[in-house]
């Protein structure tokens, strides 16, 4: 038939050939329909991602080199003005320097601690499906209900967390006055919404490793740890690297949790805990009223997100190709993962 | 392995599994070991870490706010002073609870029905039929999926405001009407579990190309369409970033109502946590549902993409 794709089939399996013209539909109504449903069927997909996902993006480059109000409109042209501007006040620096700190304290201990319970999850265990979905409970509370509820359990006084920690006789912590503290109370609000989410992802990839190799590894007398490390860790390989660059994504435009840490918003008093969406967001819709200055926050953020995604890309490709893995494993991990 | 290829080359490859096997029985590993307690402790502890918030949202609204400011866990027990959190947030002519819970509803299930809807149609074509530009454009819908889409904010709400579409439901919903990983999602789906035989044959029975969609593809796309459309839904739901920006609380959705609830009445914490566990109560209802649904997609969705 011409119209469909043939089974794409392994050379030299003897597909059967199809026939391409036998069902002829001669009535031009037919060809048409044959011809264009197929851009019929992804039009609206492009046609919506145009206007509201692509052209938005586009159109900031033109807002962020313009005077542009919230309330008054559009304005001069100011060229790299509102780069300048936004480079120069130490608020966008410390938002930055926020937000790459939050990131680093959600993103590294939440894969490290949910490849953990994706090996313990792996096990063989009787009601699996209880502890798959107890693990994923987190998923579905939005992540503003997380923020006040770790918002009370990290009360700087009478939180629960600093009652325990006196409990064992260590002092309490600021966890709002303190920037670093801070910045460790947000992150956990982040590994517990997503930790079981990500848990289930290297999971499935666990699963997908050939038993086999845990087999042979046995024959070898390699223990529980040394499996672990010698098969799972590398098997999954593709996987660690998916999950890290998503949370690369999500991570560095941490806004609700942030919003709702205090009753204000935007980052504490100092903006200690201010993010750099936070700072974007006041700019637009705070006191300033600056889309253009906005704007420019937005596109400085999207090449960081872009320039961190493609070294972590490299770096952990890097890791997976030096650490001594032969080819052959890593194209059937790609091909379990991808 | 070594000492496995030895004992096959001078006994034959059986004799060689038996001694795996007897050697795998010593070590005490393998795969297909039931799980030890241990396994079950710190998963136990990982579940307990996981529902102990909700619970403690729980503690907080049946508690005196005048003793949650006193105690770090004012009581163990929930008790039925929730309730009377649950109607003090349901009453308030502030939080407008009822339109905000219409809103959540609304939007999260007309954004989940469209994604759907146009994911699997847009999948459909680029997993089995075929026309110029397929692959380019096929690449360039899995490209956007790295982009993040969010950073375009500042022009979408120019455009809102120029459309009068501020503080109004349609602000919140054209924007997310379509998503590059659901066609990537339906596309993977549909072009491993679609067989070319059936639409060639509701083809040959003279069926229209829209048709064989509406009663060969949709069908068969059914189990992946339904995890797609659970995770919007779950994504919609708890949505707060865009929202925020442009809906007010005289039309809020249920994330809004949150944001209102802390900064009207910051001090009564026990009402705030009333109104947050009424809040994500609705959810909680559909995963104890779907939940076992959202992990297999969880899982299929880490395997394919």
Known sequence: MAVLTPQRSAPGSGAPQRESRRLGFSQRLGRWDVKLSPYLYISPFFILFAVTGLFPLAYTAYVSVHEWSLLGGQGDFVGLQNFTDVLAQPTFWKALVNTLSIFVFSSVPQVILAIIIAALLDQNLRAATFWRMGVLIPYVVAPVAVSLIFGRLFADQYGLINGMLNAIGLDSIAWHGDRIASHVAIATMVNYRWLGYNALIFLAAMQAVPRDLYEAAVIDGAGRVRQFFSITVPQIRATIIFVVITSTIGGLQIFDEVRLFDSIGLGGPDQNWMTTVVFLYDLAWGDQHSLGRASAVAWLLFLLIVLIGLVNFLVTRRISSSDGVRKTTRKSSTRGNA | ?305
């Open chain 2, 1 to 305: 392995m070594s000492s496995v290829a030895v004992t096959a080359q001078t006994a034959g490859s059986g004799a060689a599994k038996a001694a795996a096997r007897r050697r795998a029985r010593k070590a005490g590993g393998g795969p297909n070991r039931r799980a030890g307690w241990i396994v079950y402790t710190l998963l136990g502890i990982v579940l307990l870490v996981s529902a102990f918030p909700l619970y403690f949202t729980l503690l907080l609204g049946s508690s005196d706010p005048v003793e949650i400011s006193r105690n770090a866990v004012p009581q163990w027990l929930p008790d039925m002073s929730l309730f009377t959190q649950f109607q003090t947030v349901i009453e308030s002519t502030q939080i407008n609870f009822w339109k905000a819970l219409t809103n959540s509803v609304i939007i999260a299930v007309v954004v989940s029905a469209a994604v759907v809807l146009f994911s699997t149609l847009a999948g459909y074509s680029f997993a089995k039929l075929r026309f110029r530009g397929r692959g380019p454009l096929l690449v360039f819908v899995i490209a956007t999926m790295a982009v993040p889409t969010q950073l375009g904010v500042i022009p979408l709400y120019i455009l809102m405001s120029d459309l009068h579409w501020i503080g109004k439901l349609q602000a919140v919903i054209v924007p997310v009407l379509v998503s590059a990983f659901g066609v990537f999602w339906m596309t993977q789906y549909l072009s491993e579990s679609l067989p070319y035989e059936l639409i060639e044959a509701a083809r040959v029975d003279g069926a229209s190309m829209i048709r064989t969609f509406w009663s060969i593809a949709l069908p068969a796309a059914r189990p992946a369409a339904a995890m797609l459309g659970l995770f919007t839904f779950v994504q919609q739901w708890t949505n707060f970033f865009w929202p925020s920006i442009v809906l007010s609380s005289d039309n809020p959705t249920l994330p809004l109502v949150v944001k209102s609830l802390q900064s009207n009445y910051f001090v009564d914490y026990s009402l705030v946590m009333g109104g947050v566990f009424l809040v994500t109560l609705p959810l909680l209802v559909i995963f104890a549902f779907v939940g076992k649904q959202l992990v297999a997609g969880i899982m299929q969705g880490a395997v394919k993409g």
